[in-house]
T-cell receptor
Framework: DAMVIQNPRYQVTQFGKPVTLSCSQT?????MYWYQQKSSQAPKLLFH???????NEADTPDNFQSRRPNTSFCFLDIRSPGLGDAAMYLC???????????FGDGTRLSIL | AQKITQTQPGMFVQEKEAVTLDCTYDTSDPSYGLFWYKQPSSGEMIFLIYQGSYDQQNATEGRYSLNFQKARKSANLVISASQLGDSAMYFCAIRNYGGSQGNLIFGKGTKLSVKP
């Protein structure tokens, strides 16, 4: 029944070691989003894809990249994670930019 | 710029009673949507209810209703007959239809605790 699936649920990586988080959807939605949520804070949009069009938020660090190889999958790559990148990363989808966004369960990233 | 303000960092409610979570917003765009999400301690964000700026009636979804007062720029969430499973963080969010695609701005959230 899961419609937006994030793997893994928990990810531990070393300081500076590249890490990839994955998101897949069975909703056939056109838009996929990545949010970062630090402890006790609201989610913050990093970037999103509208179909194949990539939209980066102005204050998203260059350390964060994304790929969307097809409609169903979207990846978040963190090239050189720092301690400040420890957070919950939430993937969301929507049919189009004005429709409600549906979130996955999130991946909680820890940096050693 | 858009902004969401949730002034209640934490709320307590007795099981089976109703509770109102406050949300005020600021936007210069005449066309926008307001959303409420629930986030349990496990972390997933669950979409609850949506209100469009041009909708004439207040949105309702089961036990959730949105008290939309456009002139006051408020969009309070009302949960009727609270259940223990309603204990969670609740986020109000806004999206302008005329602005950046997909940019959902969240408030800081309200932590609701339901007491048995």
């Amino acid at each position: 029944d899961a419609m937006v699936i994030q793997n893994p649920r928990y990810q531990v990586t070393q300081f500076g070691k590249p890490v990839t988080l994955s998101c897949s959807q069975t909703l056939n939605h056109n838009v996929m989003y990545w949010y970062q949520q630090k402890s006790s804070q609201a989610p913050k949009l990093l970037f999103h894809y509208y179909d194949k069009d990539f939209n980066n938020e102005a204050d998203t660090p260059d350390n964060f990249q994304s790929r969307r190889p097809n409609t169903s999958f979207c990846f978040l790559d963190i090239r050189s994670p720092g301690l400040g990148d420890a957070a919950m990363y939430l993937c969301a989808t929507s049919r189009d930019p004005v429709q409600p966004q549906h979130f996955g369960d999130g991946t909680r990233l820890s940096i050693l | 710029a858009q902004k969401i303000t949730q002034t209640q960092p934490g709320m307590f409610v007795q099981e089976k009673e109703a509770v109102t979570l406050d949300c005020t917003y600021d936007t210069s765009d005449p066309s926008y949507g307001l959303f409420w999400y629930k986030q349990p301690s496990s972390g997933e964000m669950i979409f609850l209810i949506y209100q469009g700026s041009y909708d004439q009636q207040n949105a309702t979804e089961g036990r959730y209703s949105l008290n939309f007062q456009k002139a006051r720029k408020s969009a309070n969430l009302v949960i009727s007959a609270s259940q223990l499973g309603d204990s969670a963080m609740y986020f109000c969010a806004i999206r302008n239809y005329g602005g950046s695609q997909g940019n959902l701005i969240f408030g800081k959230g309200t932590k609701l605790s339901v007491k048995p």
